[in-house]
């Protein structure tokens, strides 16, 4: 148990830490027994009080109720679907923390509204939808470094990027020559260097409107490769089939994605016709040479370098599995891909250690297939624990199938073993799911999220829409126990669990910061000083307006401008106070912000409204918060 972890659990504990390997049943099973000793027999002895504190101290440890004022041991980062967002969840108490928008718009934040917004959205920022499925953090050596969560957009092909040290999106962009970017995940070893993601829906690989909806012979799915760093795309793979899921190794030599539909059928029926389609397995070193040699072509008028990885070129191979994968998920062992039926009963399983003489040509694809494990009907996800086991969703089951992975490859090689542990019912039809730290080299093999896409008869009902249902289950003993059921808003797809001592998030805003960085600059061409102006610069029809905010103040609570302006409020939060976030809202013009301590922000908006109009502080900040106003006079 590690310093911080201790810091998390309660008093008890700090006097007797429970050892790593001794597992809570047998822990709680002595307890139990010294307790009901002592109920027959004589009166409890000090040895058994004791025991029975430990017992206690253990119950409570791996408790999912986190007592009030006490904090979670683990972050968890939640996407948010179709409604755009990310979302930070406290485990194992399951409490939304926050919410981080990203590819929606946010009233409450005004984060599609405000012009350090809209800079980071760039070339999107016109768009107000999205769809967000795979968060995933950047690594150091195959363990979270607490830097970045990155995130794609289906919906419109992007993928952004949220700071992890004020979790806030501070960069996005729109993935050229392909449509809809659905699996998501990070390089791990040795840092991540690349984000990857597949671009989902085959497209013609030149799409300027001369494609017919026919011939479908140049129709093309890519996998990307991002610079994680500067956000924009390294190079780009084209492949046959259309890609699906993804993840990465922990040599830093290979990826691997599913693809279902390699038949690239154009509707259902055609895409579930064979009885095969494939992972796709990327050479990294083989890729970024072919970048440097120049080999690569560009389309669509962008200068993207984009490889040719169709069947046949050395820098993937296509490793035939049964039809239609979904999840692809590498064991923490860094021994294995596993790419889920989803179609078929199985997962098969991917020794990474054979994937150097897959593509020496020395063995066949398949020869790189360790085991195929039954696990159930609709496999789509698996995450893992640190004991050799792995969780399955089982969408059709409604089900998470554990399960052993060294026992799936004895039975695949003929050996008469159960690789099944258990199977634990879960509410209803699991989608993702997700272990503490499970896709790194930290995975703990103390907690199991089941992305459930369905909750039917578990909450009180809402109406005909009802909430998903995020379970949670303590998988730390032999078995699993579900022990929390917690609705969600559309959509969870994935989830990824961070111990918070990875996270170290900052209080206050700097000055400095990068995100509002354009809008200092403008301040200072303004001749404006943010820290102690309060000043309207007319420039034409733009009149740039620059306000302090101390609570409960603004530092102007009046200004003029003419019908007409084009105007933009910048504010300055000047209060150093934790968690004292001012607002700025100018009513009847569909402008709103938060303005977190020390940080500025700012909104533009036409005053198209003659007369009189108030603007206030929405965020509550002080006893004196509603007072917090001020009047725009719109000269007609
Ligand atoms: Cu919903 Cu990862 Cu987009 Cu599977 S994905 S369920
Ligand atoms: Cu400032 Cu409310």
Known sequence: MDKHQSEVT?????????????????????????GAAGAVAAPMTAAMFAATAKA????????????????????????????GEVRIMGIPSMRELMRIPVFNV?????????????????????????????????????????????????????????????????????????QAIHGLRVQKVPYTKYVICNGEFEVPIVNDGKASLEDVSQYRSLFNVIDAENMEVAFQVMVDGNLDNTDADYDGKYFASTCYNSEMGMNLGEMIASERDHVVVFNLARCEAAVKAGK?????????????????????????????????????????????????????????????????????????????????????????????????????????AKWNVEDAIRAYKGEKVNYIRQKLDVHYQPGHNHTSAG?????????????????????????????????????????????????TYAEPHDCMIVH??????????TRDDPIFAETVEMAKADGVNLEVDNKVIRD????????????????????????GDEVTVVVTNLDQVE??????????????????????????????????????????????HMEMRGRMLVEA
Request: glycine share 10%.
């Open 10 to 34: 309660n008093g008890a504990q700090h006097e007797e830490p429970s050892k790593e390997g001794m597992s809570r049943r047998s822990f709680l099973g002595a307890g139990a027994l010294a």
């Open 540 to 563: 034409g029809n733009k009149v740039r307006v620059y306000m302090t905010s101390i609570a409960p103040n603004y530092g102007m609570t009046e200004f003029k401008v003419k019908l």
């Open 500 to 509: 918070r001592s990875k996270l170290k998030p900052k209080k206050l805003w």
């Open 296 to 400: 690569f072509k560009t389309y669509n008028g962008n200068n993207v370098p984009v490889l040719d990885g169709t069947k046949g070129s050395d820098l993937t191979r296509y490793i035939p599995v049964p039809k239609s994968p979904h999840g692809m998920n590498t064991s923490p062992s860094g021994k294995y891909f596993v790419a889920n039926g989803k179609l078929s009963p199985t997962v098969s399983v991917i020794a990474i250690d054979k994937l150097d003489a897959l593509f020496a040509d020395k063995i066949k694809p398949r020869d790189t297939i360790v085991a195929e494990p039954e696990l159930g009907l609709g496999p789509l996800h698996t995450a893992f624990d640190n004991k050799g086991n792995a969780y399955t969703t089982l969408f059709l089951d409604s089900q998470i």
């Open 56 to 83: 206690q101290a253990a119950e409570i440890k791996n408790s999912p109720f986190v007592h009030p004022g006490d904090l979670d041991e683990y972050y968890g980062f939640w996407s948010g679907g179709h409604s």
């Open 579 to 624: 968690d004292v976030t001012h607002g700025f809202c100018m009513t009847n013009h569909g402008v709103q912000m938060e303005i977190g301590p020390q940080a500025t922000s700012s909104v533009t908006f036409i005053a198209d409204k003659p007369g009189v109009q108030w603007y206030y502080c929405n965020w509550f900040c002080h006893a004196l």
């Open 439 to 487: 896709e790194t080299r930290d995975a703990d093999g103390k907690w199991l999220i089941s992305l459930c896409k369905f909750s039917k008869d578990r909450f009180l009902p809402v109406g005909p829409l009802r909430p998903e249902n995020d379970q949670l289950i303590d998988i730390s003993g032999d078995e699993m126990k579900l022990v929390h059921d917690g609705p």
């Open 106 to 178: 946010d009233s409450a934040t005004g984060w599609g509204l405000t012009n350090e917004s809209k800079r980071i959205k760039g070339e999107s920022a016109h768009l107000l939808a999205g769809d967000s499925h795979h968060p995933h953090m950047s690594m150091t050596d195959g363990r979270y470094n607490g830097k970045y969560v990155f995130i794609n957009d289906k919906a419109n092909t992007r993928v952004a990027r949220i700071r992890c040290d004020v979790m806030k999106t501070d960069k996005m962009i729109t993935v050229p020559n392909c």
